[in-house]
Each structure stands twice: as structure tokens, then as C-alpha cells.
């Protein structure tokens, strides 16, 4: 029988993330640049546990800390790929720095 995990984290995050993103707009973008990398060592130390046999209110806590690191990290230019996911999102603080980009 196939794992059905990887395609569950999968679906979570595709509806996580962008909810989490949406918040994220509120925050200054400067803040999000100095989470980031945090965020990032936080995916790449925790993803690949996230799909191994843990108990699910682990699973729910990292979930949504991974959903939020990638929130914050698809505001960086060219966005950020996990799990054959791609999230790309626009901060209105950019704006700002790049006129005429909407």
C-alpha cells in the first residue's frame, strides 16, 4: 500500500500557505527578510520528518510551522519550491522599491 502522507502534507500545504501568506502581507517585509532564514533551517531540518510515522499533533504543529516558513520565504524573489510545490507571492512593501510592479 502507498504512503498516503506525502500526498496529505501535499494538500495541506497547498491550503496553508497561501492563507498564511495572505496575513503576512501585514507584516513589514523587513521582518519576513530576517525570519527567513530561520524559516529555512526550520524546513530543511524538519521536512523530511514531517513524512515519517509521528504522532499527529507533531505532525499539526510542524505543518503549520512549515507552512509558515514557506510563506515567508515565497516572498523572496522567485519563491520557494517543496514537495513539487511551488509558492510565489507579492509583497506590497516591494512596491515601494520597484515602481510600477503590481
Known amino acids: 500500500m502507498t504512503n498516503p502522507v506525502p500526498t496529505l502534507v501535499r494538500y ?15 507584516v513589514p517585509l523587513a521582518d519576513l527578510v530576517r525570519q527567513s532564514p530561520v524559516m529555512g533551517r526550520y524546513i530543511i531540518e524538519h521536512g523530511a520528518r514531517l513524512l515519517s510515522g509521528m504522532h499527529p499533533t507533531e505532525i499539526t504543529e510542524m505543518l503549520t510551522t512549515i507552512a509558515k516558513g514557506l510563506a515567508i520565504r515565497s516572498f523572496e524573489p522567485g519563491g520557494v519550491d517543496f514537495m513539487d510545490l511551488h509558492f510565489e507571492y507579492f ?8 515602481p510600477g510592479i503590481n
Open 91 to 98: 509583497h506590497p512593501d516591494l512596491e515601494a522599491t520597484c
Open 12 to 26: 495541506a500545504l497547498s491550503l496553508a500557505v497561501p492563507l498564511h501568506a495572505a496575513e503576512l502581507v501585514k
